[in-house]
């Protein structure tokens, strides 16, 4: 990968624009796919103890890191997220990426912090660490343009969560926008001879937005990190931009009176409520 293919923290580290998702990649199958991410050249993982597979992912980490094996620790970004339950000191070492088994060097430990912070940082225009990332949902279909541009004016650097439109969360509802079949980002695949998935990850790398997209399967996780051989036009950027239509995938519900509505809305600091 080139140098441009890194946001750069506030704090100096580097931190690859694509990296590979893991929520919802089984126990039996995220040991492989961080393997083969990691032979295809990503060097960013996107974990949580929440998605009950990081031991295997310290598995993958264990078998090809180290001296003999071609890839250092200290080469690898690995992003991990407390829950909202374990905001007290006591309760971030064992959420930590040490849970990885084989993890001796806490990367980023802090810059989660920080995306924890930033968050706060929001309602409360108070954080005693200065923020680095923000991990928020963005895709075309839900561009963030004003939060992206609140992030660069604080040096915070964005990273997209759910790119492709989390195809396989389990609430998918056959009634909302399929991300992956938008007419425009079809039409720019044609052209450049690349996937939607392509069209997209390389549209948020080139406004220098960190992605993270999920993938079990060989040919794309390969697929997702083949973005740098081609570069859209301004007016094409522009293009993927215009199809933003408001459209969150991942929101919380509950079942109220039978009907799925989100959850905790009332409250004075629920966060989709806010413009951005
Ligand atoms: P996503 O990356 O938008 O989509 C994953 C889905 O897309 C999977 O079904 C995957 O299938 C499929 N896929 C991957 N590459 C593809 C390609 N090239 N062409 C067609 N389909 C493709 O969804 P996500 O998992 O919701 O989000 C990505 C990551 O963001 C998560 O895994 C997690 O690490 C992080 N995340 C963080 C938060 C947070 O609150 N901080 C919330 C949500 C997600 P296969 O796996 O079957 O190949």
């Not at 690995?78 to 905001?87: A, C, D, F, I, Q």
């Not at 930590?96 to 980023?108: A, E, M, Q, R």
């Not at 989390?166 to 509802?173: E, G, L, V, Y």
């Not at 450049?192 to 998935?197: F, L, Q, R, S, V």
Request: hydrophobic share 35%.
């Amino acid at each position: 990968m080139s140098m441009n293919d890194f946001a750069v923290l506030s704090t100096g580290r580097k931190m690859p624009l694509v990296g590979l998702g893991t929520w919802k990649s089984e126990p039996g199958q995220v040991k492989q796919a961080v393997i083969w991410a990691l032979q295809s050249g990503y060097r960013h993982i996107d974990c949580a103890p929440i998605y009950g597979n990081e031991p295997e992912i310290g598995e993958a980490f264990q078998e090809m890191m180290g001296p003999e094996k071609g890839i250092r620790r200290e080469d690898v970004f690995v992003t991990s997220k407390l829950w909202n339950t374990k905001h007290h000191p006591d309760d971030v070492e064992p959420c930590s990426p040490k849970n990885l088994s084989y993890i001796v060097v806490v990367l980023n430990l802090n810059e989660f912090n920080s995306a924890v912070e930033c968050k706060q940082q929001r309602n409360s225009s108070v954080a005693s660490i200065k923020p680095t990332v923000l991990q928020v949902e963005s895709h075309p279909y839900l561009a963030q343009v004003e939060l992206l541009a609140h992030c660069r004016d604080r040096s915070l650097v964005m990273t997209a969560y759910s790119p492709l439109g989390s195809p396989d969360r389990a609430w998918k509802h056959p009634e909302e926008p399929v991300l992956l079949e938008e007419p425009a980002i079809a039409a720019l695949a044609k052209k450049y001879n690349k996937t939607p998935a392509q069209i997209i990850i390389r549209w948020q790398t080139q406004r220098g937005v960190v992605t993270i997209p999920k993938s079990i399967t060989e040919s794309r996780i390969k697929e997702n990190i083949q973005v740098f051989d081609f570069t859209l036009e301004p007016e094409e950027m522009n293009q993927v931009t215009a199809v933003h239509r408001g459209w969150r995938y991942i929101v919380p519900t509950i079942t109220v009176d039978g009907k799925s509505v989100p959850r905790d809305a009332a409250h004075p600091h629920y966060p989709f409520n806010d413009p951005y």
